[in-house]
């Protein structure tokens, strides 16, 4: 019997494959390969896409956080903070420290692992410049309560959407910040990100600190920036993926919906929003099918035994990693967070992409059920 990978990029690319290879060749031909007509071209594009009015392309998801809150936080003092998620992916906190803004951790909802509104709330201090709320999995976080909040503080909101490209929840901070890497739910086939607000100051600002601080179209530096554009070949190829990403979407609530109602194993936790199986397939746009299991490890072992691939994410908290927790203290940043903690102990993700088949489908549902720890 066949493996089931995690991800297959082969397969997930092939509906796509002779459009992508006509976008290579017309970048080839073209003779531009950095801040050209493809690059301008899925900018419009891609804010069209999000409902937004600008687009500023980054070389990856970490640069696109960290131009974001370069150019939305201004003056940044010693002691300043921004509120972030105890779970998500390291990027998130580093773009904080990067700017010089010390992450000030918040617990998750136990449905989604995104950010807690009341979490934020009792976390908001006089020292507060912005908050990051993770879309984290494909789900949203509560951004639009957040970023009432934040209005009437003064304080900068960032949406690290890294996981999720059109979902239709998100979008009501000052600025969203994507990743284009390969494994998103649109993804490059290298690396990218960008920038995506309705603000046309901070638009600007961050197409210049994208581009060595420069102002567009001269060779004068206004700030301090950074060398991170988004090139014209991945552009040329997001373009492409662009076009079918809301039916890809769609396949992946389908593949949500088959877990969701199948999988029945009272030992393995289901994630999504909603009381029935449908709802909890339309509350999130699928990036990782994260489920939670006490026996992580027994889990994923059965599964590799059945030819079932899985991954974990995310096992280490970001203020367990050495360099946070060398700077501060394993509690000095996270404290109380123990639904973050939860998470970070029993998350397994199951496969979930566009071009598998139903059998590889009722296989995972089929494992997942004979599953006894």
Request: with cysteine; hydrophobic share 40%.
């Amino acid at each position: 019997m066949n493996p089931i990978p995690f991800q297959d990029f082969r397969r997930m690319l092939e509906p796509n494959r002779d459009e992508l290879e006509r976008a290579a060749a017309r970048v080839i031909r073209g003779g531009k390969f950095v801040l050209g007509p493809e690059t301008r071209a899925f900018e419009e594009e891609f804010a069209a896409f999000c409902g937004k009015r600008f687009c500023v392309g980054t070389g990856n998801g970490l640069d696109a956080l960290l131009v974001a809150l370069q150019a939305g936080v201004r003056d940044v003092r010693p002691g300043d903070e921004a509120i972030v998620p105890a779970q998500t992916f390291v990027a998130t906190w580093l773009a904080a420290t990067h700017v010089g803004l010390k992450p000030v951790a918040v617990d998750v909802d136990p449905q989604t692992g995104t950010l807690s509104e009341s979490a934020v709330r009792l976390a908001v201090t006089p020292r507060t410049r912005a908050i990051v709320p993770v879309h984290l999995f494909g789900f949203a976080a509560p951004s639009a309560a957040v970023a009432g909040l934040a209005r009437e503080r003064g304080i900068f909101v960032l949406e690290d959407a890294a996981q999720s490209h059109g979902n239709p929840e998100i979008g009501s901070g000052d600025a969203m910040a994507f990743s284009f890497y390969p494994t998103k739910n649109l993804g490059a086939l290298g690396d990218g990100g960008a920038v995506v607000t309705d603000d046309p100051e901070l638009a600007r600002r961050a197409a210049e600190l994208r581009d060595y601080g420069r102002s567009p179209g001269t060779n004068v530096c206004t700030v301090f920036g950074e060398n991170s554009r988004l090139d014209e070949m991945q552009a040329a190829f997001l373009r492409v993926r662009l076009r079918t990403l809301r039916q890809e979407i769609e396949l992946r609530r389908k593949i949500a919906l088959h877990y969701l109602s199948e999988i029945v194993n009272p030992r393995i936790l289901l994630p999504g929003r909603g009381s029935s199986p449908e709802e909890k397939a339309r509350s999130g746009v699928w990036h990782l099918f994260p489920v939670r299991c006490e026996a992580r490890d027994e889990l994923r072992n059965f599964l590799a035994d059945r030819g079932i691939q899985t991954a974990t994410h995310y096992p280490e908290l970001p203020c367990e990693q050495p360099c946070y927790r060398d700077a501060h203290g394993s509690f000095g940043l996270c404290g109380e967070v123990p639904v973050a903690r939860r998470w970070a102990r029993n998350e397994v993700s199951l496969p979930l992409w566009p071009g598998m088949t139903f059998s590889e489908i009722q296989r995972v549902v089929a494992a997942c059920n004979e599953f006894a720890g």
